[in-house]
């Protein structure tokens, strides 16, 4: 009890720093973005809200204490909500990136302060990231995880951002950005999917059950991508 009791304050820790952060960026980005307009920045600033919420629902996750089955039902209502912020991720990032593309927004303009925060987001975040899931795997939290890697794929989506005005700056390429946050989207409503079900890679029904077991594992090693796909590997404890 006392080793679970650590690992729930070591999560809420760095929970708390990943929102401090995520604070950081959302007030760095908006104001970036409303000085040189650029939507690409103030897209940031949104992501940035996003993961915040994310991150409110572990904190109020690794708070509640009870007994195994609250313990489990609470577990389940934090990871829908994360996978419900999935969709939402996924719906805003397809609506700017069409309306971009179709000219109805303007081209995204180079920021120092803009893509300042987006490499330190990066660099921050990506960190986060290796700590969270290395407590989730412990822990067996598969809403930690889930949040641990809705950060890693926002911040996927800000290197994006990142490349775009790159591109921008260097070739004029202005549809690089909105064509690169595109390509992440399957990834967003396949974690969403899912994180709401609670299920990871259904298998066959003639298998479901002997599988069971594994379906829910969390687990943060090589043959599970560091944490990105369903564990496989049979050294790793269910």
Known sequence: MLQTDDLRRTALILVSIGLAWN????????????????VALIAFGLDSIIELFAGGVL???????????QDEAAERRAQRLVGITFFVLAGYVGLHSVVSLGGWLPEPQPSLAGIGIAVA??????????AKMRIASRM???ALRAEAVESLFC???????LVGLG????????????VAALLLIPFFIKEGME???????????????????????????LRCWYGLSRCRAVCCPA
């Open 155 to 161: 911040d996927l989506q800000d290197l994006a951002i």
């Open 23 to 38: 604070l950081v960026e959302a007030v760095v980005a908006f104001w970036a973005g409303a000085r040189v307009g650029s």
């Open 59 to 69: 904190v109020w996750r690794l708070r509640q204490e009870g007994d195994e089955h």
């Open 121 to 130: 987001s990066a660099v921050v975040m990506s960190i986060l990231y290796v």
């Open 195 to 221: 994180n709401f079900s609670g299920h990871h890679d259904h298998e066959d029904d003639e298998h479901e059950h002997e599988d069971e077991g594994r379906s829910a594992l969390v687990c943060f090693c």
């Open 140 to 142: 067996q939290s598969r």
């Open 167 to 178: 591109l921008n700056v260097l070739f004029s390429w202005w549809w690089a950005d909105p």
